[in-house]
């Protein structure tokens, strides 16, 4: 159970990172570089998932990805998916906030200079401002990571919790401690305890090399 649980939990981890990092990235490039009525509330809402309870966010995402709902022809609900979208949607929030702060405090300058160069916007965005936002992005994808590692309360109302299926390292815990195996909760809690000291570590150590 362990090694599955362990297993997928990377796999989802990784997956989830992954789609957040591309998606909030633009997301959070948007909001930093695009001034428009209502962009404070497109940003509250982006970020509601880091105040609504997770179970509250798992349930909006059943309720639109279930056998019922406008996309439940996708067949998602206690698949792997499920597990990939519930820590997605969870773990984005974190990566436009951090996407955005970091793309806001570029020195606008930077952008001038490139664009009396003759660089173009998408040039400028890859050539310029990507990389120096990296520290920042960095830090939300190691952000993301985290949060997506441990998603419980999203997963268990969209994915469920079935073993070597959809059970990951948080749901495990769940199910460790509910039936008595507590060195079991123990040792996995643990881990996962471990896992966020290095990503809060990390997120550190990037935050203080930021210029």
Do not use: H
């Not at 310029?128 to 994808?141: F, H, N, S």
């Amino acid at each position: 159970m362990i090694a599955s649980a362990l297993f997928l939990s990377i796999v989802v981890a990784t997956l989830a990172t992954a789609i957040a990092v591309a998606l909030g990235t633009g997301a959070g490039w948007f909001l930093a570089r695009r001034a428009f009525a209502g962009r404070e509330l497109v940003d509250a809402l982006l970020s509601l998932p880091l105040v609504l309870p997770p179970t509250v966010t798992g349930y909006y995402l059943l309720v639109v990805l279930g056998r019922k709902g406008p996309l439940g022809g996708l067949a998602i609900p206690f698949t792997l998916a499920a597990c990939v979208v519930a820590a997605t949607v969870m773990a984005f929030p974190l990566v436009v906030r951090a996407a955005r702060v970091a793309f806001e405090e570029i020195d606008p300058r930077q952008r001038l200079a490139a664009a009396s160069l003759g660089s173009g916007s998408v040039s400028t965005l890859w050539r310029v401002e990507l990389p120096l936002a990296r520290r920042g992005l960095a830090a939300g994808a190691a952000l993301g990571f985290a949060r997506a590692l441990g998603e419980f309360g999203a997963t268990l109302m969209l994915a469920g919790n079935i073993p070597g299926r959809t059970q990951t390292l948080p749901l495990a815990i769940y199910e460790a401690a509910m039936t008595g195996e507590n060195s079991t909760a123990l040792a996995l809690s643990i881990a996962l305890t471990a896992v966020s000291v290095v990503v809060l570590l990390i997120v550190g150590r990037l935050g203080r090399g930021r210029t």
